[in-house]
């Protein structure tokens, strides 16, 4: 199943989390703006952003790393034929890729509490006039309106999100523009 409108239909069907359509638009436009050649995905799910982002740069290398069995099983379904995508399966903070691998665009889509951990983690692999991809940065709404929940862990969770905003606003060697594209994405790129 490599269609991307059958995947799409399947991550419907099984409630697996894809990026909303205007967001992965918005993600190709900023990585073709940049002229992106390399993508790395943390939060591979079912496949279908690095699938889009396969069928959309030719010859582009694509880094994805899962740690759940059970899409890590149907993303290499998806996968199946497409020879310039690498999946890693593992925890995307234990998982270890090479100091030289850079990339043009590093895409961060998996659990959302771990964001700050996974920015620290693979921004040091980000090439020059790289950027970085957040998606979720508005969760439903809730960032901006975190009283519309009454869920712990979703408060609980909503409140990481905006901690990782300021993280990322805080930071002095990058620059930072949020966008209420999809489910709110930012973009973040080095200084100088």
């Known amino acids: 199943m490599s269609d991307?409108?059958?995947i799409e239909a399947y991550a419907y069907q099984h409630n697996v989390p894809i990026m909303m359509d205007d967001g992965l638009e918005f993600l190709l436009g900023q990585m073709k703006e940049n002229h992106c050649r390399s993508f790395l995905e943390i939060g591979t799910a079912v496949g279908r952003t690095s699938l889009v982002v396969h069928d959309t740069f030719e010859g582009i290398r694509i880094v994805t790393i899962e740690r759940n069995p059970e899409m890590i099983a149907q993303a290499k379904q998806n996968f199946a034929g497409k020879e310039n995508i690498t999946l890693i399966e593992?925890?995307?903070?234990?998982?270890?890729?090479?100091?030289?691998?850079l990339f043009d665009c590093i895409f961060i889509d998996a659990a959302k509490a771990q964001y700050t951990r996974f920015f620290t983690k693979y921004a040091p692999l980000l090439a020059k006039n790289g950027i970085i991809i957040s998606d979720n940065m508005e969760f439903h709404g809730l960032v901006e309106h975190p009283e519309l929940t009454h869920n712990r862990n979703t408060k609980a969770l909503v409140r990481k999100i905006a901690r990782y905003r300021e993280f990322l606003q805080a930071l002095v060697d990058y620059q930072t523009d949020f966008y209420s594209i999809g489910d709110g994405v930012a973009v973040t790129r080095k200084r100088g």
């Open 4 to 6: 991307i409108k059958e």
């Open 90 to 101: 593992g925890d995307a903070l234990e998982v270890q890729l090479p100091k030289d691998q």
